[in-house]
Each structure stands twice: as structure tokens, then as C-alpha cells.
């Protein structure tokens, strides 16, 4: 096993071929699979800065094919997370991505927030977003706290809040939401 860096091309390569990979269930043509961005910071919230992830993480779901019903922010607070993250799951959204508050301060509560929610944790999408951030030099994406799993019939992902973290989290979520997605929608 080497140390050498792996090249972004290469990475963009095997990311699009485990997304185009048989072994993924993908929407059936015509068929709408729904997400939704909930951004967690204070400042996105009150309208005193706009958030530049929840739109990038926006753009890369639809660029995988889903169909982004919203992006909202909310602040670092327990009550108003899980209040965006159960109206999500109330809507019907088939996934819900929250990106920040993964962190280690007072105000990174998003973990506590989503896992009463949570009918069952899928540890495998978390451990993977956070080695896949360790490897690619997000270190925040490999120290979070986020968790990820399924309540109703919604994936529901924490991502943590860094323009690294999020492109390297969503290449890695992308084709293991559409896989748990295409499991869950046939029960």
C-alpha cells in the first residue's frame, strides 16, 4: 500500500464509475427521487451571510439526479434542526442532507438532533464520509460527528461544513443514498 496522492482526475474517474456501477440501484426514467439541504449555521439562518454549500450541495444532487425540493437554514439549535430535519421526513423527501454542526463546539448539535429521528443508523455511510474525508484532506469531513440513517422512508445524512468536506461527502453519499434509496422504496 502506497502513500502517493491520488490524482483528482482519477478520483472524479472511480467516483463516476461507482456511481454507473450495475451493482446501484438508480431511478427508474421518469422516476423523481426528492431531497432536501438543510444548512445549519447561525449566520445562513438570520440572513446575515448566505450559505455557499447548501447551494453546492444542491447542484451536485442534481447533478446525480435528484430533484432538490429545497435548501433551508436553520441555526445551531437541537429544536430547530430536528424541527427542518422531521418536516423533510413529514414531506417525503427520500433524502435529507444537513451540512454543518457536525464540529465539537457548543453550537454543533445537528448528531443530537438527528439520531431520535433515526428508526435505524447506517454506520457504513458514516465511517465511509468520514474516511473518504480523512483520505482526501477534509479534516473536519474525518473528525465529524455526523450521523446518517433511515426514518420512514427517508435517508437522512450529516455532512460536516467545508467546501472540501462537502465534495468529497456528497461523491462519496451519492451512490450509497441511491443504493439504500432503491432498497427502501421497494418495501
Given amino acids: 500500500m502506497t502513500n502517493a496522492p491520488v490524482d483528482p482526475d482519477e478520483r472524479a ?25 438543510v444548512v445549519v449555521d447561525d449566520r445562513a439562518a438570520l440572513g446575515e451571510a448566505p450559505s455557499l454549500l447548501g447551494p453546492l450541495i444542491g447542484e ?20 430547530e434542526i430536528r424541527n427542518a430535519l422531521n418536516t423533510a421526513v413529514i414531506g417525503g423527501v427520500d433524502l435529507v442532507v444537513s451540512v454543518g454542526g457536525v ?23 458514516e465511517e465511509a464520509i468520514r474516511s473518504s474525508g480523512l483520505s482526501a484532506g477534509a479534516t473536519d469531513g474525518g473528525l465529524s460527528r455526523g450521523v ?18 462537502v465534495r468529497d461527502g456528497m461523491a462519496t453519499l451519492i451512490p450509497l443514498a441511491h443504493h439504500v434509496i432503491g432498497h427502501i422504496s421497494d418495501i
Fill in 148 to 165: 446518517a440513517g433511515i426514518s420512514g422512508q427517508t435517508v437522512v445524512v450529516n455532512i460536516a461544513d467545508s467546501r472540501a468536506a
Fill in 60 to 79: 451536485l444532487l442534481e447533478e446525480a439526479g435528484f430533484h432538490v425540493d429545497a435548501t433551508v437554514a436553520v441555526p445551531g439549535d437541537e429544536i
Fill in 103 to 125: 464540529g465539537v463546539s457548543a453550537r454543533d448539535v445537528a448528531p443530537e438532533a438527528t439520531e431520535p429521528l433515526l428508526d435505524r443508523r447506517l454506520q457504513g455511510i
Fill in 13 to 37: 474517474a472511480d467516483a463516476a464509475a461507482r456511481l454507473n456501477s450495475p451493482d446501484v440501484p438508480t431511478p427508474a426514467v421518469g422516476e423523481i427521487v426528492r431531497s432536501l439541504v
